[in-house]
């Protein structure tokens, strides 16, 4: 249902354009403290009105993402959104805990990034499709082993790769240490607005596919999650 615009990689339905709302207003509320505490701080930090830009970025990559309807502009929009919020994370360019925390963030987004994009490739090596809907019709109807077995492994690297950027355990690590280096305002966006958008897609994922691709890969997929809790525990 919806339309599709650019060639069917994003979908507008009713539903997506009141997420896109939900986000704006989400992110409004998030805002309202900024103005101020820009005006405290513009003597010192001359360049702290900048983020107003980088905001627009990160939202317009979050609206976005919830549109999605092809793996192209799925990562697409997940970088535009990731890129924003890497920059807010190094937005006090003179403070060593914050450049720290920009560089932890941005190596391991890239990280999961690469993740998203692996799964994102072996989805298109197994099945010849990118577009969302076309793939959802596939794991319906397809009774070839390999091609689903080859498409959850797919499957289950992005929801891993997403799974990796909102910080969800046993992948989070790394968090604290971004969030304690970060500066309090560049926090509370950072922990907020990114993970709406994605946790909206991945909802979007298993409505779709359900227990069709992901049953047939759930042993292999429980034992990778506990020996990244052992491993987590080991390096914690």
Request: with cysteine; charged share 10%.
């Amino acid at each position: 249902s919806g339309i599709g615009i650019y060639s069917g990689l994003f979908q507008v339905t009713t539903i997506s354009q009141f997420l896109d709302v939900f986000i704006l207003i989400i992110g409004s509320l998030i805002l309202i403290s900024w103005p101020s505490f820009a005006k405290k701080i513009t003597e010192s930090i001359p360049y702290a009105g900048e983020y107003s830009l980088i905001v627009l970025f990160s939202t317009f990559g979050a609206s976005l993402l919830v549109s999605s309807a092809d793996l192209i502009s799925m990562y697409l929009s997940i970088e535009l959104q990731s890129f924003g919020v890497y920059i807010l994370t190094t937005l006090y360019r003179d403070s060593e805990s914050a450049t720290s925390a920009g560089l932890k963030y941005f190596l391991l987004g890239s990280l999961s990034s690469c993740i998203i994009l692996l799964g994102s490739g072996l989805v298109y090596t197994y099945t010849g499709l990118t577009n969302l809907e076309s793939i959802y019709n596939l794991v319906t109807v397809s009774e070839n082993t390999s091609i689903l077995q080859g498409l959850s492994l797919g499957i289950v690297l992005i929801i891993g790769g997403y799974l990796f950027k909102v910080s969800a355990a046993p992948l989070h690590n790394w968090a604290p240490d971004v969030y304690d280096e970060s500066p309090t305002i560049v926090t509370i966006w950072i922990t907020i607005m990114p993970k709406i958008s994605i946790l909206i897609f991945l909802l979007e994922i298993q409505s779709q596919i359900g227990n069709n691709l992901l049953t047939i890969f759930s042993f292999s997929l429980k034992n990778l999650l506990l020996i990244s809790s052992l491993l987590s525990l080991l390096i914690g």
